[in-house]
């Protein structure tokens, strides 16, 4: 019996119930998130990614094209189509790497940091919320149960007052 009894005892000490094991699950996952981002900015520190890189080219020099030109002839009137060629263009060949990658991904992890403080700021808020009706819920059954106890014992002193008038009442006939 006392084996049961210990069994029980120890039982219901040891008991966690589902909002402590959710707290305790959710800060180890807090814990973790927060090491990871410590870790990304670390490397992000030590690696540094550069957005853009220019490669520098050549010149390089494409031939002129030939453009037809009209000419009228002065002597007879008549109007020519001569084409004339146009000089080489020199062109600069410069090659432009975008590298996007982390600040799209730096973008990314804030919105992500973001949206998790604003979640917990919402869990926090419905947390305050049930609680703050809990403590009115309690506080509404006190006054309940306050009220109830008053009229208790004001019937209670009035039954007591009727017996010991009753009683008195009793007496005093019993003498006169």
Same mark, same amino acid.
């Given at each position: 019996?006392?084996?049961?009894?210990?069994?029980?005892?120890?039982?219901?000490?040891?008991?966690?119930?589902?909002? @402590?094991?959710?707290?305790?699950? *959710?800060?180890?996952?807090?814990?973790?998130?927060?090491?990871?981002?410590?870790?990304?900015?670390?490397?992000? @520190? @030590?690696?540094?990614?550069?957005?853009?890189?220019?490669?520098?080219?050549? *010149?390089?020099?494409?031939?002129?094209?030939?453009?037809?030109?009209?000419?009228?002839?002065?002597? *007879?009137?008549?109007?020519?189509?001569?084409?004339?060629?146009?000089?080489?263009?020199?062109?600069?060949?410069?090659?432009?790497?975008?590298?996007?990658?982390?600040?799209?991904?730096?973008?990314?992890?804030?919105?992500?940091?973001?949206?998790?403080?604003?979640?917990?700021?919402?869990?926090?808020?419905?947390?305050?919320?049930?609680?703050?009706?809990?403590?009115?819920?309690?506080?509404?059954?006190?006054?309940?149960?306050?009220?109830?106890?008053?009229?208790?014992?004001?019937? *209670?002193?009035?039954?007591?007052?009727?017996?010991?008038?009753?009683?008195?009442?009793?007496?005093?006939?019993?003498?006169?």
């Amino acid at each position: 019996m006392r084996y049961i009894l210990f069994v029980i005892i120890i039982w219901l000490c040891g008991c966690k119930s589902a909002e @402590q094991l959710a707290a305790e699950r *959710t800060a180890k996952e807090e814990k973790a998130r927060q090491a990871e981002m410590a870790l990304l900015q670390k490397m992000r @520190q @030590q690696y540094p990614c550069a957005p853009a890189q220019v490669i520098p080219g050549k *010149t390089v020099y494409l031939p002129g094209d030939s453009v037809p030109c009209p000419v009228q002839d002065k002597e *007879t009137g008549r109007i020519d189509t001569v084409y004339v060629k146009c000089p080489p263009r020199q062109i600069r060949v410069d090659t432009l790497k975008v590298i996007d990658s982390s600040m799209l991904q730096s973008c990314r992890d804030s919105l992500a940091a973001a949206n998790y403080a604003f979640d917990l700021a919402r869990q926090d808020a419905n947390e305050q919320a049930k609680r703050a009706d809990k403590a009115e819920a309690q506080l509404s059954e006190k006054k309940e149960d306050a009220g109830h106890w008053q009229r208790a014992a004001i019937i *209670t002193w009035i039954a007591v007052a009727g017996v010991i008038g009753a009683g008195v009442v009793l007496k005093l006939k019993s003498i006169i």
